[in-house]
Nanobody, 118 residues
């Protein structure tokens, strides 16, 4: 079983920055692919950024060049540095982990609210 605990959400003005953190615990977390998704009211959850245990990254088109994902394998922690935030970045951000133990299994954090407003 894997647990994901997020922190770092909040209220920020357009153009500002925030950093989200997600600490993972449990089996196979150190070799998992981790990432961030976000969900706006009435919309589907979409990928923001992902990172493999080797550091290969992928980004959603809307955040390329503004957000950066990283991870500290020693701490089983993944970070999302969000810069140049826009109003449309407002959403609940969810940490995600995909583990490859006896089977391929995905886990979700509880979500953290990010609100960008003037």
């Amino acid at each position: 079983q894997v647990q994901l605990v997020e922190s770092g959400g909040g209220l920020v003005q357009p153009g500002g920055s925030l950093r989200l953190s997600c600490v993972g615990s449990g089996s196979y977390i150190s070799s998992s692919t981790m990432g961030w998704y976000r969900q706006r009211p009435g919309e589907e959850r979409v990928l923001v950024a992902g990172i493999t245990d080797y550091g290969t990254t992928v980004y959603g088109d809307s955040v390329k060049g503004r957000f950066a994902i990283s991870r500290d394998n020693a701490k089983n922690t993944v970070y999302l540095q969000m810069n140049s935030l826009k109003l449309e970045d407002t959403a609940v951000y969810y940490c995600h982990a995909l583990t490859y133990g006896t089977s391929r299994t995905e886990y979700w954090g509880q979500g953290t609210q990010v609100t960008v407003e003037s």
